[in-house]
């Protein structure tokens, strides 16, 4: 267990928020797609695996001035590099047609298709809203 304490005593320097995902155990969180980028960048992540938890950190917003973020929804920035951020680029240009059919054919089901840079080797992942 970490005490929020603990997490900002380890925050990388130029790191702004606090990131936590939330799930059924620390098991299946551990397996995440989501957490694939934190790893590669070695940014910690909480896991909230208690039922209370989801409901806490949603009252709770922000701690000592650094915002709460859970990385399963949507809103989620992590500090690029320039070659990540033309590569990001790059990828959204050539997959804007492929975005616009999934949609297409998803219609409803979904909000929006986007080519985010959010897995590195998953091939997807869904997420939600930021206040959903």
Same mark, same amino acid.
């Given at each position: 267990?970490v005490?929020?304490n603990?997490y900002?005593?380890?925050?990388k320097?130029?790191q702004?928020s606090i990131?936590?995902?939330?799930g ?8 995440s ?10 940014? $910690? ?12 950190v949603?009252?709770?917003?922000d701690? $000592?001035g ?6 399963t ?9 320039p070659?990540e951020?033309? %590569?990001?680029?790059?990828l959204?240009?050539a997959?804007?047609?492929?975005? %616009? ?6 219609? $409803? ?21 930021e206040?959903?």
């Open positions: 267990m005490s929020l603990e900002a005593s380890r925050m320097e130029n702004k990131y936590y995902i939330t059924e155990s620390k098991q299946s969180v551990q397996k797609s989501f957490l694939e980028k934190l790893r590669r960048k070695a940014i $910690e992540v909480l896991f909230m695996v208690d039922p209370i938890d989801e409901y806490s949603s009252q709770l917003k701690y $000592e650094k915002k709460l973020v859970c990385v929804k949507e809103g989620l920035e992590l500090e690029e590099t070659e951020k033309k %590569k990001k680029e790059v959204k240009a997959n804007e047609s492929l975005c %616009k059919v999934m949609k297409d054919i998803l219609g $409803e089901k979904v909000e929006k298709v986007a080519v985010q840079m959010r897995v590195d080797d998953s091939p997807c992942c869904l997420v939600t809203n206040y959903g």
